[in-house]
């Protein structure tokens, strides 16, 4: 009798010590579940979900504030696999946060440009090279196609173009293959 | 005969055989349209102007990159046009070319020869001479040779590959019959180049001529010509390896990690040229065949000449054609024949126009299953390809697709699958890209929220050291003041206490 109890007392502070240790050694940082969210996002950082940012977005949707709906570049599938990871039903894209549209860039008519810098200063992802009265230009690489530089331009000089299919990025199209 | 031969695969006799291995020179064309694009390593950048002279071999655009190879001026006269045509992609979009006018003289830039001499050069040497001569894989996969052969660590043995990848393509067939002493001294330079042990030239057991005359002009005992059964897909790198060595390249691997080099045999002649004469790589042979020509032949042509200009001198007939640049199997189907040859176009497919059969339900029957060289399942491919479920895919290994066409061509429902399978892979690629895309744009994203956290940061620290530094200095200009205020009472006391 005695010598169970202080077995089983034994084993107790054993593996308390060690779930212990491990709540620290493996301690996870913020919302796990944030991350996630994140990872579904576009990352196109236009602010079109009332946030300013997709993690923004995302810290809301994690604690319930937000709908899942709310994000037009990531389209019907992203809102799909976020009702998928979230466990709720499937909703279809609120149209009053915008509309879904192909993937496009920024492009600056630089003749235009007057070197105001507001653009640098809209600009979520840092796309923008530039500075005060000299010309501006676009890093195509990294511009996310947001649209937060237009309404900032005092000249109107930028522009949304439809990123063009390239030798390497060019996707057969399905609907031909099944009917050839 | 070798006895580990790989698992599926199918025989197809030629349909077309090319009866004299003769090769036809084909006279420098009038206008030479050059593409930029390589199949493999971005785009060249020019480097001549509209309205230069050049002559034929003079280097017309330069590298943009490590894996890039410059693009030679194949024949001489002026330049005409530096810009985007239409080019042999199955996507039709325009890429960028440079146009070449005839000046009809063919004159040549000075050639800097090596010589026989090529054993006193270094193995960088030879492979720079590679890369400056502009040589790219010739088999049709175009990719540029210098990577490859700088990429081997402790190469064991180089393989050159002349089993003619494609049935109906005669190239390298009739470039071993015609060119045998240069292909076994072009071997030697690799093996020179690479430091591998031996080298084994792989020839399907069908082409008995170009057999007899490459042996009858090795006599490098590091130098084995192996004769090998004919099978199609036994041109694809990591199955001729499996048939030759018994060793298997693993998945998402390249042979050169398994210390094995694997060339074409066209490449091979053009290293040769690069190498012991200084010729860049402007011509290359280019089979002309089908159902829509009298006279299939093997062609030397210079790049950029238009397919029209090689294919008249095959008699086509006046049927309306549908034609194919590659072969049967892996080809593209083009819609003009208007397009240039390119460094890859190792065959022109002419063929009269047939309506294309009907595509009917799969039927379970797994022909495809049993024809895929590479043991892939193509009928569950296809089931998640066609659903766009492009994990799904991925799990049953679609990276490991050579799109070689075994399955299609088996299939009794005429199910173009490796159509299938090649969207699959554009739409992982796009997915990858945009993945990668959005980390970019987290990361910067991020980056830009700590900016301008920390500026406002430092700002404030800076504002709060600005307020308490004006504090001291008030606190010390007050007791300054109060200093004098006091020294001026005292002056005024002890005037009153004098006066008084």
Not at chain 2, 303 to 313: H, K
Request: net charge neutral.
């Amino acid at each position: 009798m005695l010598d169970s109890i202080l077995i089983f007392s034994i084993l107790t502070l054993i593996l308390g010590l060690i779930l212990g240790y491990a709540a620290i050694k493996f301690r996870i940082e913020g919302n796990p579940l944030v991350n996630q969210i994140d990872k579904i996002l576009p990352q196109t950082q236009c602010g079109q979900c009332n946030y300013p940012g997709c993690r923004p977005y995302a810290e809301a949707l994690a604690k319930g504030e937000a709908q899942i709906n709310q994000c037009p570049p990531g389209g019907q599938d992203g809102a799909d696999e976020l009702a998928d990871l979230l466990g709720v039903e499937q909703i279809p894209l609120n149209t009053e946060h915008g509309e879904t549209k192909e993937p496009m860039v920024a492009v600056v008519d630089e003749q235009v440009c007057i070197g105001c810098t507001l653009c640098i200063q809209a600009c979520p992802v840092d796309a923008f090279v530039g500075s005060s009265k000299v010309m501006t230009t676009v890093i195509a690489k990294e511009c996310t196609g947001c649209e937060l530089c237009i309404p900032v331009c005092p000249v109107d000089c930028i522009d949304m173009v439809e990123i063009q299919p390239t030798l390497g990025t060019y996707i057969p199209n399905i609907k031909d293959i099944a009917h050839a | 005969m070798l006895s580990n031969i790989f698992r599926g695969g199918i025989h197809i006799p030629n349909p077309y055989p090319v009866k004299n291995p003769k090769i036809v020179k084909v006279p420098p064309p009038e206008k030479a349209v050059l593409i930029l694009q390589q199949k493999v390593g971005g785009q060249a950048k020019p480097c001549v102007e509209v309205g230069d002279k050049v002559l034929t071999g003079q280097v017309i655009a330069g590298t943009s990159s490590q894996y890039c190879v410059p693009i030679h001026a194949s024949i001489s006269g002026t330049i005409s046009a530096i810009d985007k045509q239409p080019i042999p992609h199955p996507s039709g979009i325009d890429a960028m070319c440079i146009t070449i006018e005839s000046d009809g003289k063919d004159k040549w830039v000075e050639k800097e020869e090596c010589g026989a001499d090529f054993l006193s050069c270094k193995p960088e040497q030879i492979i720079d001479k590679i890369r400056s001569a502009g040589i790219v894989g010739m088999g049709g996969a175009g990719f540029p040779t210098h990577i490859k052969v700088s990429s081997v660590k402790n190469a064991n043995t180089l393989v050159v590959n002349a089993t003619e990848c494609e049935p109906g393509i005669m190239c390298d067939d009739s470039l071993m019959q015609n060119y045998p002493r240069e292909i076994i001294r072009g071997t030697e330079i690799l093996l020179h180049a690479c430091s591998a042990k031996k080298a084994i030239i792989a020839i399907e057991d069908d082409k008995q001529e170009a057999f007899n005359s490459l042996l009858m002009y090795n006599h490098n005992d590091k130098i084995t010509i192996q004769r090998i059964p004919t099978k199609y897909t036994s041109g694809a790198d990591k199955l001729l390896i499996k048939s030759l060595l018994d060793v298997e390249v693993p998945a998402g691997k390249h042979p050169s990690d398994i210390g094995v080099l694997c060339h074409n045999v066209g490449t091979v002649k053009a290293i040769h040229d690069a190498v012991i004469d200084g010729r860049p790589l402007v011509s290359r042979i280019v089979t002309v065949t089908g159902s829509g020509v009298e006279d299939p032949k093997n062609y030397e042509a210079r790049l950029g000449t238009s397919f029209a200009s090689v294919v008249s001198q095959s008699k086509p007939n006046k049927q309306k054609h549908k034609i194919r640049m590659g072969g049967m199997m892996m080809g593209v189907d083009v819609n003009s024949d208007q397009y240039s040859i390119c460094k890859i176009t190792n065959c022109i497919f002419i063929n009269n126009f047939e309506p294309e059969p009907q595509v009917n339900e799969c039927i379970r029957c797994s022909s495809c299953n049993q024809v895929c060289p590479i043991n892939l399942l193509p009928q569950q491919l296809y089931w998640s390809s066609k659903s766009e479920s492009i994990d799904k895919a991925l799990e049953y290994n679609l990276d490991n697709c050579i799109e070689c066409g075994c399955c299609s061509y088996v299939c009794p429902s005429n199910i173009p699958l490796v159509d299938y399978f090649v969207f699959a892979k554009a739409v992982n690629k796009k997915q990858i890209n945009d993945a990668e895309r959005a980390d970019i744009a987290r990361q910067r994203f991020e980056y830009r929220e700590f900016r301008i956290e920390r500026n406002m940061s430092e700002r404030a620290e800076m504002m709060a050291k600005k307020k308490k530094a004006l504090k001291e200095k008030m606190a010390k200009e007050k007791q300054q003041k109060d200093k004098i205020a006091d020294a001026i009472q005292r002056v005024s006391k002890s005037k009153e206490n004098k006066d008084a």
